[in-house]
């Protein structure tokens, strides 16, 4: 039997979910990533569905392949913590899975039960709650996103049977998985606070949900179906329950009670897995240990197929169009605050491959064996070699793009803003391809700037920002932030293993926490500890843009901000010519 202790991270993402091994210091041992099913509407843009079942199936194919990978004994296994999407999971009470597809099969039950966050059919739904006043909408930035849990739950009640609404118990994903793994129904801090209207310090609003038409889930139920009753909401990583069941422990390959975490959102687990990093620069490590107060200045940037912004203060700031502030979502005592765009990674995804030179770009990169953005950033390499300019942005310093094709989380709070490229050519060229490329890593990047400027100009003091996910490797956009955010980006150890290892913490915290009775004060000092020992160290982009190029970005920020405010003023316009 090994000596050390080892835990488990597991991390559902969007298409995925990944189990990792971490050590005591936070050396990832193994890793298996497994796909999980998206179901979609061929006939409606807006539905994405998951299934609960499916996905647990994959976590324990995953947690079952890094054991025998590292040959560990599940007993050296000493605790579990997971992270996942802010989607909307149904159940009945019993745990069985509720459908929520639209139809004849909707509340009955069935494998799609998940509504994923990405899903926009509580658009009508989200209106009617914005249009309430409630101070709800106080802790969300003034304006509520049809993409958290409560306007999914309103479209489901208005379209389901009483005698079905009535059985169901609703979870923010990274809730349920811990319900899965114990038995246990406590709710996450992070998930009811963040996604589900619970409002630090005063909890549940009853008049709120009354005013919506959700009064049954309170009337007399002690607000059974959201399942965060009195005493059932827990801050990160505290042991949920008596740890793993026997039933779970069996499907995953574990031992029955270790100890499982409290959860987050995956995007708070990334902000978990980076923030504590000390960074390298110039090739030298830094040797000073961040303190928990540094924190407030870190902004941590969580960037796969949307991108969320995170960054934590020992006050509450409200920041209109900037979810939060969030008490205790993470840290007790200490506020959050979460920005975010709705398509970054899915938006550069989808400008390359619906270019008609998609087809030249693939056989190219095949034929110079690399890999497509590489070839996109040679080309505009040599595009700028040709035209004599000393930086990529001189080469679409005429064109401007607004990247808001699924609408904007923040800080403009409005699903119904949409992208625009103003200053096309008659080209469908490669180097078009790469003009338009870099033009949307531009975008994502003024888009940053927009919500960090917001926050800071509330009351945060971000100097500095952390990466995690797929997007870190975009050297080219890293560069981007920096330069036109005008602060340093800390690029992760790996750009793939901040979420999962932030999932790690907690099941390390869960076990530290189920043998000793810890105070708030003395949860946050161990809790930042674990992440400082466990958080590997970064790499430091500082900004390099030369006195041009910084320039034009400041121009090109002008404008994109510009082209908010046309495109709401068109908006109105229409309106009013089509009444």
């Known amino acids: 039997m090994s000596s050390e202790n080892y835990y488990i991270g597991i991390d559902v993402g969007t298409g995925s979910c990944r189990a990792s091994l971490v050590k005591q210091d936070g050396t990832v041992l193994s890793s298996s990533t497994q796909e999980t099913i998206t179901y979609r509407d061929p006939h409606d843009h807006r539905i994405f569905e998951q299934s609960t079942n499916n996905i647990w199936s994959r976590i324990s194919t995953a947690i079952k392949e890094i054991l025998a990978e590292s040959k560990i004994s599940a007993s050296d296994v000493k605790g579990l913590g997971f992270d996942a999407t802010c989607s909307l999971a149904v159940t009945d009470m019993n745990g069985e899975p509720v459908v929520i597809t639209a139809g004849d099969i909707l509340g009955s039950n069935g494998d799609r039960n998940i509504v994923l966050w990405a899903d926009h059919r509580a658009e009508k739904e989200a209106e009617l709650i914005n249009g309430t006043g409630s101070v709800v909408l106080k802790y969300v930035g003034g304006t509520m996103s049809l993409e958290m849990e409560v306007p999914k739950i309103l479209w489901l009640k208005k379209r389901m049977k009483p005698s079905l609404f009535s059985r169901c118990e609703f979870f923010d994903l990274p809730d349920y998985f811990t319900y899965r793994a114990t038995g246990n129904s406590a709710r996450s801090c992070c998930s009811v606070t963040c996604k589900c209207s619970y409002v630090p310090d005063k909890g549940w609003q009853i008049d709120f949900f009354e005013a919506i038409g959700l009064g049954d889930l309170v009337d007399g139920r002690g607000y059974g179906q959201m399942g965060a009753a009195k005493g059932e909401v827990l801050t990160a990583g505290l042991p949920v329950g008596n740890g793993l069941s026997k039933k779970a422990a069996e499907e995953l390959g574990l031992v029955e009670g270790t100890p499982v975490g409290s959860g987050l959102i995956d995007a708070y687990a990334g902000w978990m897995g980076t923030v504590a990093a000390r960074y390298k620069e110039n090739g030298q490590l830094s040797d000073v240990l961040p303190s928990l107060d540094e924190s407030r ?211 390390r915290f869960a076990h530290e926490a189920s043998r000793e009775k810890l105070g708030d004060e003395q949860i946050g000092e161990r809790l930042w500890n674990i992440m400082v020992e466990m958080t590997p160290h970064g790499t430091l982009i500082s900004p390099k843009a030369t006195a041009k190029e910084k320039k034009l970005l400041d121009a090109k920020y002008k404008i994109f901000r510009e082209s908010i405010d046309i495109q709401k003023r068109w908006r109105k316009e229409m309106e009013a010519a089509s009444k």
């Open 297 to 507: 200045h870190r902004l941590a940037v969580v960037a796969g197929t949307s991108t969320c912004h995170i960054v934590q203060s020992p006050e509450g700031v409200f920041v209109n169009g900037v979810w939060g502030p969030y008490k205790d979502a993470v840290f007790p005592g200490w506020w959050m605050n979460e920005g975010g765009q709705s398509s970054t990674g899915q938006l550069i995804d989808f400008i390359i491959t619906t270019h008609p030179a998609y087809e030249k770009l693939k056989e190219r990169a095949a034929q110079e064996n690399s890999n497509i953005h590489q070839v996109l950033q040679e080309i505009l390499a040599k595009l700028r070699t040709d035209e004599h300019v000393g930086s990529f942005t001189e080469l679409t310093k005429d064109v401007h793009f607004y990247p808001d094709f699924h609408g904007n989380r923040s800080p403009v709070a409005d699903s119904r803003m949409r992208g625009s490229i103003v200053g096309l050519e008659l080209s469908d060229s490669l180097t078009d391809l790469a003009r338009k490329y870099y033009l949307t890593l531009e975008s994502i990047a003024l888009q940053t700037r927009h919500i960090v400027d917001e926050m800071n100009s509330k009351g945060h003091t971000v100097t500095s920002i952390y990466m995690s996910g797929g997007q870190a490797k975009n050297i080219l956009l890293m560069e981007l932030f920096a330069n036109t955010c005008g602060m340093p980006v800390v690029l992760p150890y790996s750009h793939s293993l901040a979420v999962v290892l932030g999932a790690a913490m907690l099941g």
